[in-house]
């Protein structure tokens, strides 16, 4: 084969219904629809994982809004002249949450690169 084909090597696999059931099966469970791409990546990397991260990107949107929320509470007290200490302490409390949770979201990433 020739032509603008990045993979232009046909590979044939043959296999009974039961297996080609249970293949489906686990393309679905990992999200793929496309039979060629999942058994490539079966047969180089020899698994396919698949990682559900919406409850991480909504804790994520949490804590962005909640960041944002500090933010107005801090413009609010120093135009007012609210305690300082009592917002230095929300932001240590908010950078507390966020590193823990930036660690998390960075093993995350590895995992998924995998």
């Given at each position: 084969?020739?032509?603008?084909?990045?993979?232009?090597?046909?590979?044939?696999?043959w296999?009974?219904?039961?297996e080609?059931?249970?293949?489906?099966g686990?393309?679905?469970?990992?999200?793929?629809r496309?039979?060629?791409?999942?058994?490539?990546?079966?047969?180089?990397?020899?698994?396919?994982?698949?990682?559900d991260?919406a409850?991480?990107?909504?804790?994520?949107?949490?804590?962005?809004?909640c960041s944002n929320?500090?933010?107005?509470?801090?413009i609010?007290?120093?135009?007012?002249?609210?305690?300082?200490?009592?917002?230095?302490?929300?932001?240590?409390?908010?950078?507390?949450?966020?590193g823990?949770?930036?660690?998390?979201?960075?093993?995350?990433?590895q995992?998924?690169?995998?």
């Amino acid at each position: 084969m020739s032509g603008k084909r990045v993979r232009d090597v046909p590979v044939c696999l043959w296999v009974s219904p039961e297996e080609l059931e249970a293949i489906q099966g686990r393309m679905a469970e990992a999200g793929i629809r496309n039979l060629s791409a999942y058994l490539r990546k079966m047969a180089l990397n020899g698994y396919v994982l698949s990682v559900d991260l919406a409850p991480v990107r909504e804790l994520v949107s949490l804590q962005r809004r909640c960041s944002n929320n500090l933010n107005q509470v801090a413009i609010h007290a120093n135009t007012y002249g609210v305690y300082p200490e009592e917002i230095k302490a929300l932001q240590r409390d908010y950078a507390k949450l966020w590193g823990p949770l930036s660690d998390l979201l960075k093993k995350l990433a590895q995992v998924v690169a995998l």
